[in-house]
T-cell receptor
Framework: GGIITQTPKFLIGQEGQKLTLKCQQN?????MYWYRQDSGKGLRLIYY???????QKGDLSEGYDASREKKSSFSLTVTSAQKNEMAVFLC?????????FGPGTRLTVL | QQKVQQSPESLTVSEGAMASLNCTFS??????FRWYRQHSGKGLEVLVS????GEKEEGSFTAHLNRASLHVFLHIREPQPSDSALYLC????????????FGSGTKLTVEP
């Protein structure tokens, strides 16, 4: 079996700050995803990547950048943190139809 | 653009009474449907995945897919208080790299 690791688990930033979230997977999956979940709501797609160095925007990409420099890692940058971005950010990977999720990074903006 | 909607927004049932949750989607080409459960502050737990019209049962959870009417239902048989959680419907297409489109969820409360 494999595992998805997200760091940090908790991230506290100041409004306007640039913040980076990291995700690693050892499944050797081609496709990786970043989703955002607001409290008590469903997940929304920010970015996904179908292979190394590929980036595809999701519905929520404005205000975020992503990077896929290696097959095993996918990072997400909040370019300028806003108070209404307090949420949990979930990374996932997939080979076929099944997606595997990481434990999440909880972002708090002060 | 795929739209996924869930109803009701919240549902309260008594322990042992059937709970029925509804999910509608907009793209009839969708080929993969999942129901997830999320307890407060916890991660996503896959309950049942369904790929073709009809029913699929996993323990006390039964998903029913009707692609023609753009509906996928989840029925929970004899729910317990421990089943109180947020239930999320997710829809995807292999042709779209299995990107998951989620509904906004149904908050289920099971009263003893």
């Amino acid at each position: 079996g494999g595992i998805i690791t997200q760091t940090p688990k908790f991230l506290i930033g100041q409004e306007g700050q640039k913040l980076t979230l990291k995700c690693q997977q050892n499944f050797n999956h081609d496709t990786m995803y970043w989703y955002r979940q607001d409290s008590g709501k469903g997940l929304r797609l920010i970015y996904y990547s179908i292979t190394e160095n590929d980036l595809q925007k999701g519905d929520l990409s404005e205000g975020y950048d992503a990077s896929r420099e290696k097959k095993s890692s996918f990072s997400l940058t909040v370019t300028s943190a806003q108070k209404n971005e307090m949420a949990v950010f979930l990374c996932a990977s997939s080979l076929d139809a099944e997606q595997f999720f990481g434990p999440g990074t909880r972002l708090t903006v002060l | 653009q795929q739209k996924v909607q869930q109803s009701p927004e919240s549902l309260t049932v008594s322990e042992g009474a059937m709970a029925s949750l509804n999910c509608t989607f907009s793209d009839r080409s969708s080929d993969n449907f999942r129901w997830y459960r999320q307890h407060s502050g916890k991660g996503l737990e896959v309950l049942v995945s369904i790929f073709s019209d009809g029913e699929k049962e996993e323990g006390s959870f039964t998903a029913h897919l009707n692609r023609a009417s753009l509906h996928v239902f989840l029925h929970i048989r004899e729910p317990q208080p421990s089943d109180s959680a947020l239930y999320l419907c997710a829809v995807s297409m292999v042709s779209n790299y299995n990107v998951l489109y989620f509904g906004s969820g149904t908050k289920l409360t099971v009263e003893p």
